[in-house]
């Protein structure tokens, strides 16, 4: 079975930051593409960033370009989202996804709130 | 990329069949056959109903179909149910640098 757990959301005040965890579990991790999807309260999804399983492909948002950093560790199934200069719109339930090719996203894990207030 | 255009809400009555439209641009969904459809339920995560426009997972009930037509493709659910009441969101192959593009999301009433 396919898991996807994040971890490391919490309360940060404007400006500063945090970094995002997603551990996978139940495939193998290196054959697939990760993304990372946040929901801000009451509000739709959003695709914040992808990384190919190899980490040679990265993709951002234009919301979040220079400020948030994906990365991946295949030998230890893990996913990270490394968040900085954070603004009060970056508030929101941060989900990480499994991408199967660019098309479309296949499992997604429980999400972690992420509040940016001071 | 701007946010692909959905109905913010489509209600129906039980056994009653619905359809939610998606409606994008020849960048994205007029270009690709690639519109995912997912599910939310509140408090949360999104599920996968329909990919490449009209495929459905394994588990996904088949009164769940997908379609398109120019630069707009469709969900309906058929036979609707009360446990299909939730949040509907597609989702749309963007291009090179964007792989994702959503849709603004329905809700769906079931009355």
């Known amino acids: 079975e396919v898991q996807l757990v994040e971890s490391g959301g919490g309360l940060v005040q404007p400006g500063g930051s945090l970094r995002l965890s997603c551990a996978a579990s139940g495939f193998t991790f290196s054959s697939y593409e990760m993304s990372w999807v946040r929901q801000a309260p009451g509000k739709g999804l959003d695709w914040v960033s992808y990384?190919?399983?190899?980490?040679?492909?990265?993709y951002y948002a234009d919301s979040v370009k220079g400020r948030l950093t994906i990365s991946r560790d295949n030998a230890e199934n893990s996913l990270y989202l490394q968040m900085t200069s954070l603004r009060a719109e970056d508030t929101a339930v941060y989900y990480c996804?499994?991408?199967?090719?660019?098309?479309?996203?296949?499992?997604w894990g429980q999400g972690t709130l992420v509040t940016v207030s001071s | 990329q701007s946010a692909l255009t959905q109905p913010a809400s489509v209600s129906g009555s039980p056994g009653q069949s619905i359809t939610i439209s998606c409606t994008g641009s020849?960048?994205?969904?007029?270009?690709?056959?690639?519109v995912s459809w997912y599910q939310q339920y509140p408090g949360k995560a999104p599920k996968l109903l329909i990919f490449?426009?009209?495929k459905r997972p394994s588990g996904v009930s088949y009164r769940f179909s997908g379609s398109k037509s120019g630069n707009t493709a469709f969900l309906t659910v058929s036979g609707l149910q009360a446990e299909d009441e939730a949040d509907y969101y597609c989702?749309?192959?963007?291009?090179?640098?964007?792989?994702?593009?959503f849709g603004t999301g329905t809700k769906v009433t079931v009355l």
């Open positions: 020849s960048s994205d969904v007029g270009s690709y056959n690639l």
């Open positions: 996804v499994r991408g199967y090719g660019d098309y479309f996203l296949d499992s």
């Open positions: 490449e426009g009209s």
């Open positions: 990384i190919s399983g190899n980490s040679r492909t990265i």
């Open positions: 989702c749309s192959y963007g291009g090179s640098f964007t792989p994702y593009v």
